[in-house]
């Protein structure tokens, strides 16, 4: 690991909507300068329009135009986004778009080169994004396109402590949820979790629980069959090939029994099956990570905040949270790459057989 500094890449999102304010708010506490160097892709003059705007005091930064020029001890600002050329506040534009997508692109090109370490999204409106840049439903469709360790997989994740949320779908129709789902997708999706939580979480064997996809589970067949065709195959799988899985649990029963608590990891099978508890027990806490990149990116659990945008009231815990869960994500993956770069051989000998002789010329192929 680098002796400098953490370098933390923030993208600024949609200008109009509640991103600046959650940023700015977030650094107006110097001590968190002891702990990261942040870079904020964006733009300077948008950052002024929304501290005048809003009225924040204890706000100062240094305006760069490439990573390597950043300073330690202050908020970072990469001038980076040209089309911002009027803030329109609570308001969908495509200027708007544009601009959170010009932040998006030169931040992740930094990562990938080694300028920055991890990736902070603020929150982006899907609708106004350029399609002809960005032909995707959201930020882990792109980032799973261009960064993927393994081309085309990566899961996301909504964790607030010890909970972890995963998604076998994202952002798709409800109606189109059991034609995506099948037992090798839904398998996939629990190894990404067991491989995430190990190496990015630090949990060496995680409990995993899956979600059904029915109204009780299905209740044997009554209410649908995807429980018994798909979703129990793909846990017994997994549990063969020694994921620790258990389910599928009927998504009301499991919230509300206090199971939540006996899991590391949670699989639901759509968007609004995990998250729509998931944010009513931590809405303003909760963090949303993508897992199996080839760099850490988190993100608040919230959207771009149109009702409130302009107001002074939007709540910077879940930007704060974010940027902290980066940073412990790369330490723990870090420590976990070094301890498991070079793995000892192991030797097994049977007590039982004080003759027997050790093999020790063999391959580590072999064992």
């Not at 815990?317 to 420590?335: F, G, N």
């Given at each position: 690991?680098?002796?400098?500094?953490?370098?933390?890449?923030?993208?600024?999102?949609?200008?109009?909507?509640?991103?600046?304010?959650?940023?700015?708010?977030?650094?107006?506490?110097?001590?968190?300068?002891?702990?990261?160097?942040?870079?904020?892709?964006?733009?300077?003059?948008?950052?002024?329009?929304?501290?005048?705007?809003?009225?924040?005091?204890?706000?100062?930064?240094?305006?760069?135009?490439?990573?390597?020029?950043?300073?330690?001890?202050?908020?970072?600002?990469?001038?980076?986004?040209?089309?911002?050329?009027?803030?329109?506040?609570?308001?969908?534009?495509?200027?708007?778009?544009?601009?959170?997508?010009?932040?998006?692109?030169?931040?992740?090109?930094?990562?990938?080169?080694?300028?920055?370490?991890?990736?902070?999204?603020?929150?982006?409106?899907?609708?106004?994004?350029?399609?002809?840049?960005?032909?995707?439903?959201?930020?882990?469709?792109?980032l799973e396109a261009i960064a993927a360790r393994t081309p085309g997989e990566s899961?996301?994740?909504?964790?607030?402590?010890?909970?972890?949320?995963?998604?076998?779908?994202?952002?798709?129709?409800l109606q189109a949820v059991s034609s995506h789902l099948s037992s090798e997708l839904?398998?996939?999706?629990?190894?990404?979790?067991?491989?995430?939580?190990?190496?990015?979480?630090?949990?060496?064997?995680?409990?995993?629980?899956?979600?059904?996809?029915?109204?009780?589970?299905?209740?044997?067949?009554?209410?649908?069959?995807?429980?018994?065709?798909?979703?129990?195959?793909?846990?017994?799988?997994?549990?063969?090939?020694?994921?620790?899985?258990?389910?599928?649990?009927?998504?009301?029963?499991?919230?509300g029994s206090g199971r939540v608590d006996s899991f590391d990891g949670i699989l639901?099978?759509?968007?609004?099956?995990?998250?729509?508890?998931?944010?009513?027990?931590?809405?303003?806490?909760?963090?949303?990570?993508?897992?199996?990149?080839?760099?850490?990116?988190?993100?608040?659990?919230?959207?771009?905040?149109?009702?409130?945008?302009?107001?002074?009231?939007?709540?910077?815990?879940?930007?704060?949270?974010?940027?902290?869960?980066?940073?412990?994500?790369?330490?723990?993956?870090?420590?976990?790459?070094?301890?498991?770069?070079?793995?000892?051989?192991?030797?097994?000998?049977?007590?039982?057989?004080?003759?027997?002789?050790?093999?020790?010329?063999?391959?580590?192929?072999?064992?």
């Amino acid at each position: 690991m680098s002796t400098r500094k953490i370098r933390v890449a923030i993208t600024h999102g949609d200008i109009n909507g509640i991103g600046y304010e959650v940023v700015l708010k977030t650094f107006e506490d110097e001590r968190i300068f002891e702990l990261f160097t942040p870079i904020l892709y964006g733009s300077s003059h948008v950052a002024t329009f929304w501290k005048k705007h809003l009225n924040i005091e204890h706000s100062s930064w240094h305006v760069i135009h490439q990573a390597q020029d950043a300073k330690d001890g202050i908020l970072n600002i990469l001038d980076c986004a040209t089309a911002c050329d009027k803030v329109d506040i609570g308001q969908p534009t495509e200027s708007a778009g544009r601009a959170a997508f010009e932040a998006l692109e030169r931040a992740t090109a930094d990562i990938r080169m080694g300028l920055c370490d991890v990736l902070v999204t603020a929150p982006i409106n899907k609708a106004v994004m350029p399609r002809d840049l960005f032909p995707f439903n959201g930020h882990t469709d792109y980032l799973e396109a261009i960064a993927a360790r393994t081309p085309g997989e990566s899961l996301m994740v909504l964790a607030s402590g010890d909970c972890r949320v995963a998604l076998a779908t994202t952002h798709i129709p409800l109606q189109a949820v059991s034609s995506h789902l099948s037992s090798e997708l839904i398998l996939r999706k629990l190894r990404l979790l067991e491989a995430g939580l190990q190496r990015d979480f630090g949990i060496i064997k995680p409990r995993l629980a899956v979600l059904a996809l029915n109204p009780h589970a299905g209740d044997k067949g009554l209410m649908g069959s995807e429980e018994d065709t798909i979703i129990r195959p793909a846990i017994d799988e997994a549990f063969a090939s020694g994921i620790i899985t258990f389910g599928p649990f009927a998504g009301d029963g499991f919230w509300g029994s206090g199971r939540v608590d006996s899991f590391d990891g949670i699989l639901a099978m759509y968007h609004d099956q995990g998250l729509a508890p998931f944010k009513a027990l931590y809405m303003n806490e909760g963090v949303n990570i993508t897992l199996g990149l080839s760099f850490v990116r988190t993100s608040p659990d919230h959207g771009t905040g149109y009702d409130i945008a302009g107001k002074g009231v939007a709540d910077p815990t879940s930007m704060r949270e974010a940027i902290y869960s980066a940073l412990d994500i790369y330490r723990h993956r870090h420590r976990y790459d070094e301890a498991t770069r070079n793995p000892l051989r192991r030797h097994y000998h049977n007590r039982g057989r004080d003759d027997e002789k050790i093999d020790t010329t063999s391959s580590s192929d072999e064992y």
